[in-house]
């Protein structure tokens, strides 16, 4: 097996796109894995970390540390026992020093665990999410690695949780083919819009069939109230309405301005402050209830999200699919979410962001919560055009995915042409 | 202003030094960054982060993303004002989306801030915990950053806190020139070390004036208890003993092992668990007392000191020199443990991190806290030769280094005979 890795960026920032109050100027980028082997069914992985420009180097460095690990070795062992695979990789001391678990290390190693699910899955002729949630309740959990957790999910209650959702695992399954998964759309709701702008994208969404869209906070308090009320004067009392402070405010800011937005009918403040900050979130969700906290696109791994549920400080967790160490680590997440009762409601966006998670949130549907209810999949159109098999979105729910594969191969082409720096978009610039 | 970085890599697995429950084959390296300017003073600024071996690469990758950052700027206004320069580096969007301030990143952007201080410090022709001391408290808590810091410490608090360590500052200052700061050492008690080694170097502990040594502990209970009767025996009963765990136990296998051990009087246990789990220490903490909770070398950054302050999570703070982004990042992190009165105590060893952490402890003494009651610098006798102002130790203690600078600069043949992988060191291996 071979690994090869790039460096992808999209020069977003020259139309504004993807602006908030943290990020006014991303070019949204993938720093790109590619596993191949010499098998003859000539499938290839891919997986990727989606950054926002500068840096996107340092990610791809990382992506080469993680080389001596994987080249030159059997793959088939490593396919068949993902949890040891995972292991391997994040707990391999030096590389762990550089996190723990966190950052550019932990980011790099989910892309690799990605390019090898979405390697395996394409051999099994599966979908990732079917092909997840076709395994056994014991080899589910024998892909998640409870250390750090079992103070809050032990195994066996993991098992417990896969084990109740087992039965009614087909009627789930055909139920998804048929609706697709809820969807909400940010479309509208970046900074950088006029006013008419933000009305004529809130319309198209209701128009598309979005039941919720989001807006951008944190920037200007009176700006904020503004396009709030713009937004529903636009959509009308029953789309629901998020915000998004993109960790702008410290805890007590954060108070006061969800409470100066005076609007009890928001379907959830989303990141109001440092994602590392477990207490904060706890301190803010009591006060702002009955509002709801939601976060989870920075935080850094299963151990946060495990103290975020124990001190109730979210109330929507939106895991990401390449913030943590990949499937294998999403999937505690989705176990620890299960154990605590609390919807998974992923972040997507950016780079072929909705393209892979997707299949977390469908195999939370079909094997681990078995619910639907109160669950939605963040949706932006944006840059799917890039991908194999880009999202496809119908009355404003995510069909469930056919192709086998994770979601997470782009075209060539586009490879190619957005190759940092030196593919045609930039070098001509 | 330009830029000089360097992979530079010590062979330390040959002979088991550093080997503990987690880390047991490490090569102590240095990711190295060297400020040199045009300005007729000929002075350079120095500054590393310290990591273990595989990946020192990667950081050293994203030392080099800062370069268009720094590289052609004007250095004067860049020291002048080190708040905003911190700000500059820590709050540019796409290297924060790469964390946000935890990881590769963030460790990378504290050494390029360490490198800057050691040429502030050497221009100023004074050691840089005298050069900071000698700061007003306006200008001191005008290197601290707040955001995310406001409901715990608030910019008046940290003044408030300065300013009353104000007037004791040339007596204390006096006091640490003359006594030197406390040492506690680590030397006897890795993991790799045969019981007669662990007597020997117990008894040259306590020959050479130290008062307290730290024994590795967590990949054996019945080892431990083993080693630590031998180490209590060799020591006798007026030498402090403490334990580290470095990270190996889960929450409710930290407590059992803790008890199992049996000794109340332990000076502390580090690291029982993931540095992410604020909860955990907090409940930890709570079942082991009257034994103290210690952590900090691999805690990413001020808002996670912030919540195990908060938490009752830790009752001794180990900062680390190169973890969280620099002395502005370790400033902010005095200021919280001397809100909440709990004492710094730092990690070192490693490469150099004696050399650096000993000025922030210093300056912890003369101008934030004002006591070295309770607190000591961890010491590890190794690798010191490679340093231009290695530090010193007499009877137990840090002497107050004089030598202008950070005490980062390593020697430039050490420098250019440990380069990964082309040294002579590596090359002929």
Request: hydrophobic share 45%.
């Amino acid at each position: 097996m071979s690994l090869s890795t790039l460096d992808i960026r999209f020069p977003t920032s020259r139309a504004m796109d993807g602006s908030d109050a943290m990020n006014p100027d991303p070019d949204y980028s993938a720093a790109y894995v590619l596993v191949e082997t010499d098998a003859e069914d000539g499938h290839t992985g891919h997986g990727f970390v989606f950054t926002i420009g500068r840096g996107n180097d340092v990610v791809r460095a990382a992506l080469e540390a993680l080389r001596p690990h994987l080249v030159g070795r059997e793959l088939e062992p490593l396919l068949a026992d993902m949890g040891a695979t995972w292991r391997l990789l994040v707990h391999d001391s030096p590389l762990r020093w550089l996190g723990p678990e966190k950052g550019v290390m932990h980011m790099a190693i989910g892309a690799v665990v990605t390019a090898l699910w979405d390697l395996r899955a394409k051999r099994a002729k599966q979908p990732l999410w079917q092909h997840l949630a076709s395994l056994s309740p014991e080899d589910l959990v024998d892909l998640v690695d409870f250390r750090y957790l079992s103070d809050a999910l032990t195994r066996e209650e993991a098992l417990d949780i896969l084990r109740r959702a087992e039965p009614g695992r087909a009627e789930r399954e055909a139920r998804l083919l048929e609706e697709g998964y809820p969807a909400y759309t940010t479309t509208p709701g970046w900074l950088g819009y006029d006013d008419a702008k933000l009305a004529r994208l809130c319309r198209e969404a209701v128009d598309q069939g979005f039941t919720q869209i989001k807006l951008k906070v944190g920037a200007d308090l009176a700006e904020d109230v503004r396009r709030l009320r713009i937004a529903r004067e636009t959509v009308g009392p029953d789309i629901a309405i998020a915000v998004d402070a993109n960790q702008r405010w410290d805890v007590p800011e954060a108070i006061e301005w969800v409470r100066a937005l005076g609007d009890d009918r928001l379907a959830w403040v989303e990141e109001p402050t440092s994602p590392d900050d477990v207490l904060g979130h706890a301190r803010i969700a009591e006060a702002i209830a009955p509002v709801r906290v939601a976060t989870g696109e920075h935080v850094a791994n299963r151990v946060v999200f495990k103290q975020l549920l124990q001190a109730g400080g979210l109330q929507v967790l939106q895991l990401d699919a390449t913030r943590v160490a990949g499937i294998n680590e999403n999937i505690a997440i989705l176990l620890l979410a299960a154990k605590f009762g609390v919807p998974v409601c992923p972040h997507a966006g950016g780079v072929g962001l909705c393209e892979a998670v997707q299949h977390v949130s469908m195999l939370d549907y079909v094997a681990v919560s078995g619910s639907m209810e109160g669950r939605t999949i963040e949706y932006v159109d944006h840059l799917h055009q890039h991908f194999v098999t880009p999202t496809v979105i119908l009355d404003g729910r995510y069909r469930a995915p056919l192709t086998p594969g994770a979601g997470t191969e782009m075209l060539a082409d586009s490879r190619a042409t957005f190759a940092y720096p030196n593919g045609p978009v930039w070098a001509d610039a």
